[in-house]
């Protein structure tokens, strides 16, 4: 970072609706520097001759606790948290223009949030108005996400602890919703089983919004009605992950609804299977971020052509985009404390190398609708499978790999949830 002072706020709470907020989720920045989940919270970091980390945190307060919940306060969010300093939350803008004076760089997150933006103004004001006492605001202001980005993207040996955790958990959950799944059943019904094993495994909550998508829904990719009922014959396409202290999972699984895969599903799966399999031999160190996502598009449109839904070379269906009609999207993103994690994919025009300690999504698909020149007999067929990835230094390894993935092995779990 350099010297010069550096501004964490945590994410604020939100109202639901009246005087009801949603469930309270801190900042990732700030928990990833600091640990600490309580909203009304700051992190300063100074840099410098003599560094420090200072907090600004709710008080305790007794009343407010009976009906929220314990609060630290400061004095016991600096031991408990190792901070140098702490202060209450009201202190704030009386403490940092003294902390800003005479340093020269403020280091925060711009345009995150209007009134944080307008605050910084403020308080960099305050310390301008003290130029003829010889005191100096930072001559200049950076983005600090340049910096923490780059450092969220390499997991240390505790992050990947929980996102192994994490994974874990999401595998079950998928597993158990394979076992549940019944032809007249809703998609909301799967989704239960799916919350039921995070919560009862640890898990604080879904790391996103969880989509369970049956029949023709599967070719909707953010689909979150999750409200039809599930039908013989179609497939049920599940994309849900927990999160962990923080860290989130991500797994897409595929199954037919009646445990049984026909014909042209079991085509298009195990086409999109092979997509993934060549992705993930071509996640290790060294690697290109894009080198998987262009593995996968190559075998995808070699089965484009070889089912008959595209015409032409290979070369030519990739080069002309042809593929695009039914693989529209890329073949995976970051993955850490959010879901799509922080972090750049290019730099310096270049796709991002792979290093250890990386850790991303692979997530080919493949999303048939009807339509002109499309064999019919493919229609509505909607196939993702999506794992998560750990670069290691010979290769990668697959933090899900205990979900079902393989025809066999779903319909075999299928089978077992029906007792047969």
Known sequence: MGRGIALVPTAPERLRNRDSEYPYRFDSYFYYLTGFTEPESVLVLVAGETPKSILFARERNPERELWDG??????????????DEAFPIAALDAR?????ANQPALFYMPGMDAAWDARVMGWLNAVRA??????????????????LDEMRLVKDAREIDIMRRAAAISARAHERAMRATRPGAFEYEIEAELLHEFRRSGSQAPAYGSIVAGGANANVLHYRGNDMRLADGDLLLIDAGCELDGYASDITRTFPVNGRFSGPQRDVYELVLAAQAAAIAAVKPGSRWDAPHEAAVRVLAQGYVDLKLLAGSVDHVIESGDYKRFYMHRTGHWLGLDVHDAGEYKESGEWKPLRPGMTLTVEPGT???PGEGVPERFWNIGVRIEDDALVTESGCEILTAAAPKSVSDIEAVMRAGRGV
């Open 70 to 83: 314990f609060r630290h306060g400061p004095d016991a969010a600096r031991e408990a948290f190792a901070f």
């Open 367 to 369: 999303y048939i609708r």
């Open 130 to 147: 003290q130029a003829r006492n010889g005191v100096a605001a930072p001559a200049e202001i950076r983005d600090l996400r340049v910096v």
């Open 96 to 100: 940092l223009p003294d902390l800003l």
